[in-house]
């Protein structure tokens, strides 16, 4: 493993330029969470190809709680402005897929979930709905049903009614269905075929991120390029979009995700002493505050979830995103650290990492030389383009300078 920034003189110079309205060709999705309305309220959405509002949840009842209604037609005319940028709501989520799995195995949950999916289209002059299934056939949060047999051929057959009663409501229109997915392909698959899927869905975002993080017993990076062998979560940014190609789904309906934000973990060691630099070091105590808004939570699961009397360790997500890192004190420009935090780069993940001797606070982010790197990589590999979680934690729009650089 190597520290260096030599990759700085060869990108940096095209981040200043400005941002041009991407190719409709190469989309660039961008997750817009309504709870970060207000910071987004004077955002330019036409620098973006598709603007997918985060969440609408659905309850066991298959009815849709969503508490975006109120900015939805502010966001659809700020998208629609010279037809540039599509408009879809995602539904699910980290903590709203507790009942996908029940809906999609019961006939008539999944005609009131589609019912709502139409109104809800029609109601927001929506170009298509996003499902973010976390996860099918496996635990995302504690919280969710999960029948690990059938929970993929159900998605597929919900997926397809979904197809046909989209088309039959709004031909001619075209409409989108997308997903958002792990980072490995679906399990359980049996003998369901995954190029199906992409049969009725018009792409899939992969969720490359969240790879290593606070859950683990080392530091690491979030969202790295490539793996290093042996060394952390044996998954990256490369290996998702192989993995995705390989079980059957065609690449050119594929979009790979780029973090804006960062984790933040206590080392058990000063790694700006360690050589040759490494980014993964036991990590020591609990998991430190984040940025400034970073709050103590408990993670708890509704009466109504699969496990009800669930309740997490109360602690800090140590989350910083790009722009907190940005406004805060720990950077001061795109590739340049404040003291006494300390900037490196990792030549095999392609990450930045910063360290704070004082405290021996590691954080593991993307900033633009890195999102550049992984958008050019995902266009050689023949992709639909990138996504992005989320829209707020750009800073004065450096990381979609660098996006656009290479769509």
Same mark, same amino acid.
């Given at each position: ?5 030599? =990759? ?27 709870? @970060?309305? $207000? ?15 985060? %969440? ?9 709680? %969503? ?14 402005? $010279?037809?540039?940028?599509?408009? =879809?709501?995602?539904?699910? *989520? ?5 009942? %996908?799995? $029940? ?37 995302? !949060? ?13 998605? /597929?057959?919900? /997926? ?15 409409? /989108?269905?997308? &997903? ?5 392909? #679906? ?6 075929? &995954? ?30 390029? $490539?793996?290093?062998?042996? @060394? ?13 190609? +390989? ?6 309906? &594929? ?25 993964? +070091?036991?990590?020591? *105590?609990?998991?430190? @505050? ?14 109504? !979830? ?24 720990? &950077?001061? *420009? ?20 910063? #360290?704070?001797?004082?405290? @021996? ?8 030389? !890195? ?5 050019? #990589? ?20 450096? /990381?979609?300078?660098?996006?656009? !650089?290479?769509?």
């Amino acid at each position: 493993m190597r520290s260096s920034l030599a =990759l700085m003189a060869a990108v940096l110079s095209p981040l200043v330029s400005a941002i041009a309205i991407p190719s409709q060709e190469h989309v660039i999705v961008g997750y817009y969470p309504t709870w @970060k309305h $207000n910071e987004l309220a004077s955002l330019d959405l036409n620098k973006y190809t598709h603007i997918n509002v985060a %969440f609408a949840i659905p309850d066991e009842k298959a009815e849709l709680k %969503f508490d975006g209604d109120a900015h939805m037609s502010d966001i659809v005319s700020r998208a629609h402005t $010279n037809n540039a940028t599509k408009v =879809l709501v995602s539904l699910g *989520g980290w903590t709203g897929s507790i009942h %996908f799995s $029940n809906i999609t195995k019961s006939p008539e949950l999944s005609q009131t979930l589609t019912d709502n999916i139409i109104r809800m289209m029609t109601q927001h002059q929506l170009d298509g709905i996003d499902i973010d299934w976390e996860f099918p056939g496996e635990n995302g !949060s504690p919280c969710n049903f999960v029948d690990e047999t059938n929970d993929v051929k159900n998605f /597929l057959v919900y /997926l397809q009614s979904l197809r046909t009663r989209i088309d039959e409501t709004f031909t001619p229109e075209e409409k /989108l269905i997308t &997903l958002a997915v792990r980072v490995k392909p #679906f399990s359980g698959l049996g003998d369901t075929n &995954l190029a199906d899927f992409a049969k009725v869905v018009d792409f899939a975002n992969i969720m490359a991120y969240d790879i290593n993080g606070p859950w683990m017993d080392t530091t690491g990076p979030n969202a790295p390029l $490539n793996f290093e062998q042996g @060394k952390g979560t044996q998954l990256s940014f490369a290996s998702s979009i192989d993995q995705w190609v +390989e079980s059957g789904w065609p690449a050119n309906q &594929l979009t790979a995700g780029l973090a804006f934000y960062g984790h933040s973990l206590t080392s058990s060691v000063d790694m700006t002493l360690t050589d040759p630099p490494t980014q993964y +070091e036991k990590k020591d *105590g609990p998991v430190p @505050k984040g940025a400034s808004t970073d709050e103590e939570a408990t993670e708890t699961c509704p009466e109504n !979830s699969a496990k009800p009397d669930h309740a997490g360790a109360k602690q800090y997500s140590g989350v910083w995103t790009y722009a907190q890192l940005r406004q805060e004190g720990a &950077l001061d *420009g795109p590739t340049t650290a404040k003291a006494p935090w300390v900037r490196a780069f990792d030549n095999v993940t392609m990450t930045p990492w910063l #360290f704070q001797p004082e405290n @021996k606070t590691f954080v593991s982010y993307d900033d633009p030389i !890195s999102v550049k790197i992984k958008t050019k #990589f995902a266009r050689s590999k023949g992709l639909r383009g990138v996504m992005l979680w989320d829209l707020a934690g750009d800073f004065q729009s450096e /990381l979609t300078k660098a996006i656009n !650089s290479k769509c």
